[in-house]
């Protein structure tokens, strides 16, 4: 095979692998924002239907006494409603963000690959004397993927951190609404 058909192939396998990574995601996006529509029509839905039901509540108001009670229950409601709309909106932006992760993943992982498998066609092709850039440009590849792992890693803990912050403040919320619920 003549090196213009080699590298007809290798521009030809890169091209099918860029449209591969630009469909999944797109999808990727896509299923992302589906979700987030929806819980956005949902959201508006019920608070729609919230804002209906206090306004009713506040016309039959007598006295004082029950309009602090239609306050304070209102006040309560409006926090379950946000706390459940948070933590659907965090699942959705950390399943998404997950998503890509892995994708970009992926793909660095195949050009890290790419990348190797061109330097060990090149070095067997290459002229004496050239074993010494071929090791240099095979330590910087090693140190770039030492980086990006690194840098993943550093993403999951940062991802794990916000998780339990979330879960935190959501349980404190909800424990907060429960116990002025109770008195």
Do not use: C, W
């Not at 956005?40 to 019920?46: G, H, S």
């Not at 892995?102 to 690959?113: H, N, P, T, Y």
């Not at 790419?114 to 330590?139: E, N, R, T, Y």
């Amino acid at each position: 095979m003549t090196t213009i058909n080699t590298a007809a192939e290798q521009f030809g396998d890169f091209s099918k692998n860029a449209v591969d990574a630009a469909m999944q995601f797109a999808h990727a996006s896509i299923s992302s924002a589906e979700r987030m529509m929806a819980l956005n029509l949902e959201a508006t839905k019920v608070g729609l239907d919230q804002t209906s039901k206090t306004a009713k509540s506040f016309a039959g108001v007598k006295d004082v006494q029950e309009m602090n009670t239609v306050s304070t229950k209102t006040a309560e409601t409006g926090l379950e409603f946000f706390t459940g709309y948070s933590k659907n909106l965090y699942e959705i932006t950390s399943a998404a963000q997950a998503n890509f992760s892995a994708l970009i993943e992926e793909r660095v992982a195949g050009f890290q690959k790419s990348v190797a498998d061109s330097l060990d066609k090149v070095a067997k092709s290459a002229p004496a004397g050239s074993d010494v850039a071929i090791a240099a440009m095979k330590q910087g590849l090693a140190a770039s993927t030492a980086a990006m792992d690194s840098i993943s890693k550093a993403s999951k803990q940062a991802s794990s951190y916000a998780e339990n912050a979330f879960k935190t403040a959501t349980e404190t919320a909800t424990k907060a609404t429960a116990s002025s619920k109770r008195k």
